[in-house]
């Protein structure tokens, strides 16, 4: 998944430099952001269709050897997923895409409350089934529950109920992340066309990054003034939630950073994306020298103590952008959005 990241970081870059298809021979940010964009939605749309697949596959013939890909295509699908989650405006927004995609947080454990009921259901569902019903059993962390949770050890995945239900949603996931792909491709006139969507992708990063602070990060370690709450982190099952927090900066660094820079060039303040680069390319050598797991790390305080340096290098990169570059490109903002209503 990195790897795939990277292509697309340099496929993102080469946007800085060559005219696109419906834009002037000069290419503008929105230009570089909604191509970029394209591409990472393009890669999540791939991913889901591997994972659909591979659930598949370990249906007909479950294995160990399937059973490990099935979980790797899993994370690769959900790290496509977290890379785009920068972007909350636009076709996400439309049937609550991103809820669908990932119910969280989950306070009441409704994705297992829906995992059983279905797991219970007379009859199989289909995607359609799981279209109809409840965000918490549509995406990535229903079937994080079906793959990684300790009440699955009484039935096992390759059981009809759990991989009937395994399939019906892997579908209906990469039937909305196909949609969500074309529905961004058909976005682009408007996007290109309407120069308020230069504020609405930066304030839609800034915001992404305040949710990384302080929801993704500051609450299930307990650094915003509760007591540490591991069950509140992303993917706390499968021990993934530090993966997860790479993917989003990395698809910051692939899918918005080209964009960011050509904007601030336009400014005459390159320091500032230069500022915002360096940081960034910290922050993520940071987070990927941390373990892969969050709820781990609150009873290891050499681990706890990597999560705070991360913690600090994410702060500081939304400093950054939400205070120093938001200023510098006139952008005003009211209210911090992660603090509630």
Same mark, same amino acid.
């Given at each position: 998944?990195?790897?795939? #990241?990277?292509?697309?970081?340099?496929?993102?870059?080469?946007?800085?430099?060559?005219?696109?298809?419906?834009?002037?021979?000069?290419? +503008?940010?929105?230009?570089? =952001?909604?191509?970029? &964009?394209?591409?990472?939605?393009?890669? $999540?749309? *791939?991913? /889901?269709?591997?994972?659909? !697949?591979?659930?598949?596959?370990?249906?007909?013939? @479950?294995?160990?050897?399937?059973?490990?890909?099935?979980?790797?295509? =899993?994370?690769?699908?959900?790290?496509?997923?977290?890379? &785009?989650?920068?972007?909350?405006?636009?076709?996400?927004?439309?049937?609550?895409?991103?809820?669908?995609?990932? #119910?969280? @947080?989950?306070?009441?454990?409704?994705?297992?409350?829906?995992?059983?009921?279905?797991?219970?259901?007379?009859?199989?569902?289909?995607?359609?089934?799981?279209?109809?019903? /409840?965000? !918490?059993?549509?995406?990535?962390?229903?079937?994080?529950?079906?793959?990684?949770?300790?009440?699955?050890?009484?039935?096992?995945?390759?059981?009809?109920? *759990?991989?009937?239900?395994?399939?019906?949603? +892997?579908?209906?996931?990469?039937?909305?992340? %196909?949609?969500?792909?074309?529905?961004?491709?058909?976005?682009?006139?408007?996007?290109?066309?309407? @120069?308020?969507?230069?504020? +609405?992708?930066?304030?839609?990063?800034?915001?992404?990054?305040?949710?990384?602070?302080?929801?993704?990060?500051?609450?299930?370690?307990? $650094?915003?003034?509760?007591?540490? %709450?591991?069950?509140?982190?992303? !993917? =706390?099952?499968?021990?993934?939630?530090?993966?997860?927090?790479?993917?989003?900066?990395?698809?910051?660094? +692939?899918?918005?950073?080209?964009?960011?820079?050509?904007? $601030?060039?336009?400014?005459?303040?390159? @320091?500032?994306?230069?500022? #915002?680069?360096?940081?960034?390319?910290?922050?993520?050598?940071?987070?990927?020298?941390?373990?892969?797991?969050?709820?781990?790390?609150?009873?290891?305080?050499?681990?706890?103590?990597?999560?705070?340096?991360?913690?600090?290098?994410?702060?500081? $990169?939304?400093?950054?952008?939400? %205070?120093?570059?938001?200023?510098?490109?006139?952008? &005003?903002?009211? #209210?911090?959005?992660?603090?509630?209503?």
């Amino acid at each position: 998944m990195i790897a795939s #990241f990277r292509r697309l970081g340099l496929l993102a870059c080469t946007l800085l430099a060559a005219p696109l298809s419906f834009a002037s021979d000069t290419p +503008t940010p929105r230009d570089i =952001w909604h191509g970029a &964009v394209e591409m990472q939605y393009a890669e $999540l749309s *791939a991913a /889901s269709e591997r994972l659909e !697949a591979s659930a598949t596959r370990f249906c007909q013939s @479950p294995d160990e050897s399937l059973r490990q890909r099935l979980e790797n295509d =899993w994370l690769s699908a959900y790290q496509a997923w977290q890379a &785009v989650r920068f972007i909350q405006f636009g076709p996400v927004e439309q049937n609550s895409r991103g809820w669908q995609l990932q #119910f969280w @947080p989950d306070r009441k454990n409704l994705v297992g409350r829906k995992v059983n009921s279905w797991l219970k259901a007379p009859d199989a569902p289909d995607a359609q089934d799981i279209a109809n019903d /409840s965000v !918490a059993i549509q995406g990535f962390p229903a079937l994080e529950y079906l793959l990684y949770d300790d009440a699955m050890g009484e039935l096992a995945l390759s059981d009809p109920a *759990a991989c009937n239900l395994m399939q019906a949603i +892997t579908t209906h996931l990469a039937d909305t992340t %196909n949609a969500l792909h074309r529905d961004w491709q058909a976005f682009g006139e408007h996007y290109l066309e309407t @120069p308020d969507y230069t504020e +609405t992708t930066l304030t839609s990063a800034i915001q992404a990054l305040e949710i990384l602070e302080d929801k993704r990060l500051g609450e299930p370690m307990g $650094l915003k003034g509760a007591p540490a %709450n591991g069950y509140l982190a992303e !993917a =706390w099952r499968s021990e993934q939630t530090v993966r997860l927090v790479e993917s989003s900066l990395e698809g910051l660094r +692939t899918g918005f950073m080209p964009g960011l820079t050509a904007l $601030l060039r336009e400014a005459d303040a390159m @320091p500032l994306a230069e500022a #915002f680069r360096d940081q960034l390319d910290k922050t993520l050598a940071q987070a990927s020298e941390q373990p892969p797991g969050l709820v781990p790390a609150l009873e290891d305080a050499e681990a706890f103590r990597g999560l705070q340096s991360l913690y600090l290098d994410i702060s500081q $990169l939304r400093h950054l952008l939400g %205070n120093e570059i938001a200023a510098e490109l006139g952008l &005003v903002r009211g #209210f911090n959005s992660s603090d509630g209503d």
